[in-house]
T-cell receptor, first 113, second 110 residues
Framework: KAGVTQTPRYLIKTRGQQVTLSCSPISGHRSVSWYQQTPGQGLQFLFEYFSETQRNKGNFPGRFSGRQFSNSRSEMNVSTLELGDSALYLC????????????FGEGSRLTVL | GQQLNQSPQSMFIQEGEDVSMNCTSSSIFNTWLWYKQDPGEGPVLLIALYKAGELTSNGRLTAQFGITRKDSFLNISASIPSDVGIYFCAAPDKYSTLTFGKGTMLLVSP
């Protein structure tokens, strides 16, 4: 069974640009969550989607957005990139809601110059 | 928001030693989870705890859900080099969103 797949794995952008990250969950998983990981702040929740609907959103500015498609694949977008957006963006899927038992992808490492 | 205070921040031990780490909070939780992250990978779930006082093992790993529901502990026995990584505690808030501790970095010397 394939795991959670995130693309791209690495990318470099400059300030002011925008970026779109993609996540394919494990087959059959309908819930997808996104987390930002930085050395200073650790793992911080961005948003969660289930059946194409955003269930929860973390404390991030409106420049961070996401969506989920009917096949459960998800994308997140960051507009007007800032240096502080440099981070590892992790996507996770789970089979059952409300258990906390997440399956993470390897992440997309974004560097903003 | 809720904070999980994880300690120690890092540990450097010899192969074969036992390891203990813990996670505390001022909030009460109904679930505690422990994840491990290897370099260049995403976190992987090690153990999930759903009941106060529960003690659960996964191989050489043993985790406990504190009786006050405000803390959890993870022990690793007879450590080996592949135990190297960052260990995170996590707990879901009332919206079922996971909050993570800052992690304990474990280094094991052969």
């Amino acid at each position: 069974k394939a795991g959670v797949t995130q693309t791209p794995r690495y990318l470099i952008k400059t300030r002011g640009q925008q970026v779109t990250l993609s996540c394919s969950p494990i087959s059959g998983h309908r819930s997808v969550s996104w987390y930002q990981q930085t050395p200073g702040q650790g793992l911080q929740f961005l948003f969660e989607y289930f059946s194409e609907t955003q269930r929860n959103k973390g404390n991030f500015p409106g420049r961070f957005s996401g969506r989920q498609f009917s096949n459960s694949r998800s994308e997140m977008n960051v507009s007007t990139l800032e240096l502080g957006d440099s981070a590892l963006y992790l996507c996770a899927s789970n089979l059952q809601l409300n258990t906390g038992e997440l399956f993470f992808g390897e992440g997309s490492r974004l560097t903003v110059l | 928001g809720q904070q999980l205070n994880q300690s120690p921040q890092s540990m450097f031990i010899q192969e074969g030693e036992d390891v203990s780490m813990n996670c505390t909070s001022s909030s009460i939780f109904n679930t505690w989870l422990w994840y491990k992250q290897d370099p260049g990978e995403g976190p992987v779930l090690l153990i999930a705890l759903y009941k106060a006082g529960e003690l659960t093992s996964n191989g050489r790993l043993t985790a406990q859900f504190g009786i006050t529901r405000k803390d959890s502990f993870l022990n690793i026995s007879a450590s080996i080099p592949s135990d190297v990584g960052i260990y995170f505690c996590a707990a879901p808030d009332k919206y079922s969103t996971l909050t993570f501790g800052k992690g304990t970095m474990l280094l094991v010397s052969p």
